[in-house]
């Protein structure tokens, strides 16, 4: 492989609270290694677009607070065909970038495995998503504070639903994953998570309203993980107050606000060593891999493995909350 000296950034698809934190990482290691580094804004469409500006490293100062992404994000249809990335190579070879770190989940890690193998670039991924859904890492940029925020949410989402003697379903983002639901689940006390990796029965939901709900709650919270096509916390919601009319049922989707906000100090821990590992992965000559964190330690996984297959969620998980929420 030719020697890299110039690192391409880009952050593309949703952005994710830890996004700014990994592009200062990567910007400052590279210089620090004696590379030059240039941004690409507005994702896939910026780079189609030459959308790019080289970087130093007053251009990342005070950022690592920072939530969304200072390079911005755009959809690009025009990326998903062979003519559009064919631009993108174009205008990487004329800024004379020689290889690309992308910052984002499983959309944009697929866009640059197909444009890698196309074009023999190289190019490492780092993964930022509040889904938390890729495979061959512990956790994704962004999920432990999207995490937080759905947990201060619900929180005072329970002073209402107390106060009221309610039954809330909270839906939260996950791309129907379903580890933002479980697990703030779990850090919220509610007393029921609905994940589309474990189907719901009618027996499941009557049982928890009749044994949980009416006999030793005055009020519950179920958080619901968005799914189109299920319906979401709406359809269980107008499902239990068929069969449940007198209850006082109400609904509440927490949207893009689960997005927003600082990033953690894990979040920033976690964008900051990946950041520098990607730089370090492209001096050792490694390419089409995402970094990842296994056992707290750094970990160079296959794109092909990365977004093979949903990931998995731990029943006993599920079970704790049940166990708990009696």
Do not use: W
């Not at 910026?46 to 950022?63: A, H, K, P, R, Y």
């Not at 962004?142 to 201060?152: E, K, V």
């Amino acid at each position: 492989m030719a020697e890299i000296k110039c690192i391409g950034i880009i952050t593309s698809g949703n952005d994710a609270p830890g996004m700014n934190s990994a592009v200062r990482a990567v910007t400052r290691s590279a210089i620090y290694n004696g590379l030059k580094v240039k941004a690409i804004y507005r994702g896939y469409k910026g780079l189609i677009d030459g959308d790019i500006v080289e970087f130093q490293t007053q251009n990342v100062s005070n950022i690592v607070q920072m939530g969304g992404t200072i390079l911005k994000s755009s959809p690009s249809k025009e990326f998903r065909d062979p003519e559009g990335r064919k631009k993108a190579y174009e205008n990487l070879v004329k800024e004379e970038i020689d290889a690309l770190v992308v910052i984002g989940g499983d959309g944009t890690i697929h866009g640059a495995r197909i444009f890698a193998q196309e074009h023999d670039f190289p190019c490492i991924a780092i993964p930022a998503t509040i889904d938390n859904n890729l495979c061959g890492t512990d956790t994704t940029i962004g999920y432990d504070t999207a995490l937080n925020t759905i947990m201060q949410t619900v929180d005072k989402i329970r002073d209402t639903a107390t106060s009221h003697e309610r039954l809330f379903f909270v839906e939260v983002m996950g791309d129907g994953a379903g580890f933002l639901a479980l697990n703030s689940g779990i850090a919220s006390g509610c007393e029921e998570a609905i994940v589309p990796t474990f189907e719901v029965e009618d027996e499941q939901l009557n049982h928890f309203i009749q044994n949980g709900f009416r006999k030793t709650k005055g009020s519950s919270i179920v958080l619901v993980a968005a799914n189109e096509q299920v319906g979401g916390a709406m359809h269980y919601a107008d499902l239990v107050k068929s069969k449940y009319p007198d209850l006082d049922v109400r609904i509440s989707i927490l949207g893009h606000l689960q997005r927003g906000g600082h990033p953690s100090a894990h979040d920033r821990i976690i964008a900051s060593r990946m950041g520098a590992a990607s730089v370090q992965a492209l001096l050792k000559g490694l390419r089409n891999v995402m970094i990842g964190i296994d056992n707290d330690e750094i970990v160079y996984v296959p794109f092909s493995r990365a977004i093979k297959s949903t990931r998995a969620i731990d029943r006993n998980l599920l079970d704790i909350l049940h166990n708990i929420s009696i």
